[in-house]
């Protein structure tokens, strides 16, 4: 992909009109322009009257009321929500669950269209959420209002939860309770692999929604601690069927989030330490690494997969990088986003493989904890991903904990990023305590 493309695709965020009030809890996203425009139509079984708000969320101020059967014109989606305009001029946020779609050129009744036809409209989420040192990630896929045509079904799909299993520590638990409607269902739940950063946080994830689907490398862990854990996923109910559970790559498939979305397992533990490393390298190289694909957007979530040992040069691969690069051309591995591996460590990112990966984002999820005498990001690491393209853009969880003295203490402050596309343009907003940032002009190691 030429540069010029490149510069095309990745939209600076700037455009989304957040406001200070709500960036705690929710993001505004502004009209997005040249997007075909779709209507909706209040449902007819709604009790009362459906609210408008001044933002996605249930506790923000009515702008108007509408009756069942009002029409209205939508201007964007976030999950859960539409942000639609009424006759009259009013535009706000309204449940996408209280709404129906409707054909603007044929009208019927019988067959609904979807709520949102236009493809430029249909946001896939990817919240990387600020849970201090570990991994905490939620997806959320775009939602038409049409429930079991096989697309748009708004799924959610959670990728490790962090590192605190208390309830009033656990920021991912916290996120997802902000921004996912009471019993809402988590399609898959997927634990990278049992390290203390990446599953305690699931455990809370599972006591307050209800999870279908668990995938686990199941790699052999020793010690009661993630044992109690699995037997914790293993009691799950979703909507009165037990969990289903797929431990180990072998039990994974292809899952189903929708027909727009194409979902790959690339890597799990192969069931052999064989040429993995051992202790802390090796349980990282068992780390599911999955793909994503949404029309011409890719995402790539890397876990704790390792690619050399922290004191090797870059240039030759190892571990779950060297197989990945072995089974798969650079044209699979290619994606538009990358969660870089194992927190942005030395010990991931070799050379071959960042050339194959070629991402044009790179999201860090990171805390303040020392491992082996430093703190990660390592600089070199990052450093290698702008050398390979200055174009490259980073996005750090970790964003100005350093400046401001955190610790592993108090380094969950709400440096989330949130990154949309549509299959086509990618917008990324990241904060920084809960303030949105500007959109990073250089690529910054
Ligand atoms: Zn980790
Ligand atoms: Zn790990």
């Known amino acids: 992909m030429g540069a010029q493309t490149r510069e095309r695709r990745i939209v600076s965020t700037q455009k989304w009109a957040i406001s200070p009030l709500l960036v705690a809890l929710c993001l505004v996203i502004g009209a997005v322009s040249g997007s075909a425009q779709s209507r909706v139509r209040v449902k007819p079984d709604i009790s009362d009257c459906l609210n408008v708000r001044s933002r996605p969320e249930t506790s923000s101020a009515s702008k108007t009321c509408l009756a069942p059967g009002t029409e209205a014109e939508v201007r964007d989606s976030v999950p859960y929500w539409l942000r639609i305009r009424v006759d009259g001029g009013t535009v706000g946020w309204a449940a996408k669950r209280y709404l129906v779609g409707i054909e603007a050129s044929t009208p019927s009744p019988a067959e609904p269209s979807p709520a949102v036809a236009a493809q430029a409209n249909a946001w896939l989420e990817v919240h990387v ?62 634990i990278t692999h049992p390290h203390d950063d990446h599953y305690p946080g699931a455990a809370g994830v599972l006591n307050h929604f209800e999870i279908s689907d668990y995938y686990d490398p199941a790699y052999p862990k020793e010690g009661p601690k993630y044992n109690n854990f699995l037997a914790l996923v293993g009691s799950e109910i979703a909507r009165g069927q037990p969990i289903r559970l797929h431990m180990g790559k072998a039990q994974f498939g292809v899952p189903d989030w929708g027909s727009e979305l194409k979902p790959e397992f690339l890597y799990s533990y192969p069931g052999n330490p064989s040429g993995l490393g051992s202790g802390n390298t090796l349980e990282n190289n068992a780390s599911i690494v999955l793909k994503l694909t949404y029309g011409d957007v890719s995402f790539l979530f890397m876990g704790d997969a390792e690619g ?63 491992f082996a005498g430093t703190f990660i990001p390592d600089r070199s690491t990052l450093q290698r991903y702008c050398a390979h393209n200055p174009r490259i853009r980073i996005y750090r969880t970790d964003q100005d ?20 596309t549509n299959g086509k343009t990618v917008q990324v907003q990241a904060f920084s305590n809960g303030h949105p940032l500007p959109a990073p002009t250089a690529c910054s190691p």
């Open 308 to 370: 050399k040992n922290r004191s090797d040069p870059p240039t030759t691969p190892k571990y779950a990088e060297r197989i990945l690069l072995n089974e798969f051309p650079a044209s699979r591995l290619k994606s538009t986003v990358l969660k870089i591996a194992h927190h942005g460590s030395e010990s991931s990112s070799t050379l071959p493989f960042i050339q194959a990966v070629d991402p044009e984002i790179v999201l860090v999820s990171s805390g303040r904890k020392v």
């Open 129 to 190: 959420v600020d849970v201090g040192q570990g991994d905490g990630i939620w997806i959320h896929t775009f939602d038409d209002s049409v429930r079991g045509n096989g697309m748009f079904e708004g799924k959610n799909i959670v990728i490790d939860g962090g590192p605190d299993a208390s309830d009033d520590k656990n920021e991912m638990l916290h996120y997802l309770q902000r921004r996912l409607p009471d019993g809402s269902l988590i399609d898959a739940l997927i």
């Open 401 to 420: 904990d350093e400046a401001e003295h955190r610790t592993t203490a108090d380094d969950q402050d709400g440096d989330n990023i949130v990154v949309r």
